[in-house]
Structures are given as C-alpha cells and as structure tokens.
C-alpha cells in the first residue's frame, strides 16, 4: 500500500462476547474510565481546540440519553476503556445544552482525514451503526417496531408472533483501476463534480462474486470488456455502510461506449495525465482525481507505483 486509507484505522476490540451480557454492559457504562462519543443526526462530536479529535465525553455528559433510550452503540475496547457511541439527535440546539463545553458536530466525511487512523475508524463503525438503526426501527418481515439489542449488534421484533432478528448489514462495492498497457480507465458519474474522475464502481449483487461484479459493472458502464481480477485493499465507507473492495482488472477492449444513466463520461487516461489529475485532487481544478481520503485517489497512486499487492 501506499498509505493508510482513511476509516481503515479502527482499533477497537470489540469483544463480541460482552454484548448479550447486559448486566456487564451497565456497569462498564457507568464506569468513569468508559468514553462516548455523541452523534448528532449523523455528525460526530468533534474537540476542534488542537489537531481536531473525537471530542470523547463522560457518563455523566451522556447519562440523560441513555436514560431516555438514545440509541446507543459498544464500539469497543482500547487503552483498557470501554468506547460507546451515542445518538444524541433528540438535542434541538446541539450548540446550546447540555453543555457549553461540548465541540461542535461535524460531518464524518469533512474531518476524517484530519483525525488520527483510529479515530477515523471509530467513526466509521459508529455513524454506520447509528444510520443502521435510524433506517431500522420497524420489522422488515412484519411491520411491527423493534427493539434494540446486543449492546447495539442486532434488532429484534416486538411481536410476539414474529420475533424476527435484524442484524447492521455492509454493502460490498467493488471499484476497480482497469487498465490496458500503459493507459487506464476512469469516468465520471452525473453525481460527481464537473471534471473529476475516479475508477468505476458499483454494488456488488446477490448471487455474485467480487470478480464477476467487477467484470459486469465495467462492461455495463462502459462495454470495455475485462479479466485478471486482483483484490488489491478495502475501505469501510460509512454512507451509510459499504465496504468498498479495490481491485485491479485487466481490459481486453478498448472502445468505450458509455450506459448514459450511470456515466456521464468514461476515458483512457495515460500515467502522466493521472499524474496531472492526482496532482489537482482536492483543489477546484479540473480535469481533476478523487480527494486523497477516496480508495480510488490510492488505487491511481498505486498503479502509477505499479504497486498491486
Ligand atoms: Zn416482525
């Protein structure tokens, strides 16, 4: 690799088997060294005084939440202290109460690069775990509310007669450097900024193997046909919960004939025009590569290094 993806930090342990354990789970709540970090309609609490942190709080700073049934996560163990996450959304004014002392909540996607690794990750297992939650307060087999469980890992239905149990999914996304001797593939989504370019990507689907998603997902988008697959890394991407799978392909076409609803356009980009692209990320300039924090930004870098492994 050629540097560390930003959300691939995570160091928690997450002791697994303390979940179902509530009567552990209360204690180690309440234990003064047990850090939370509270979350915000999906904005993380951040302590911008020095280089920007998780703005970790207290029990006490929290305790009014877990008191009124805030969703609330075990990220984990580190440094021998318990690490929760919090939903604190039912706060009007986040600014104003409870306390004054608090950071400010910002979007997981605007500081995470600017975080240590392991916080980075913190945050991507929590705002995946909160999202996962907002999105799955009722039964998808009955309809019927659920209810939180195992420290935060599973959901079960209220009814009696239905009892189903709901686990936080991840959504596997293969994205993939297709290259072709010395030229590679990028294109551009009708959702990305004018002028910046990534590697294609899409969801890897039901039935399917990361090598045949990543063989579909180029031939739709673009008709380029390709083989040799290599995984080369993995990003978890909390928006809100997919793995992205980076790969290498080798293309056995050329000609680029685009599907317009996923692509507005696709081109074959030389070393040194990936050079100029990669050098413009994280500016306005254009034509320009994914920001630095995007697995494809590395998988460019990567390639340019002929660093597959
Ligand atoms: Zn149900």
Redesign the pocket.
Known sequence: MTKPLVFTGNRFDRAAQYRADATWMAEKQQDPTSRYVPIHNLKALIDLTDRPAIDWRGYADVKEFIEAGATLIFLGIADFACHFAIDVSSLENPRAVPNSDWGKFIDVRNISAQLRPGEAGALAQARSMIAWHDNHQF?A????K?DLHDAGYSRI???ES???QHFPRTDPVAIMMVVRDDKCLMGRGHNFPPGQFSCLAGFIEPGETIEQGVKREVLEETGVKVENVTYHSSQPWPYPSSLMIGCFCEAVTEDITIDPIELAEAHWFSKDEVRELLARAGTPETPRASPPLAIAHQLALAWLAEDKN
């Open positions: 039964c087999k009955c309809g019927a659920t239905c209220s009814s239905c009892k189903a």
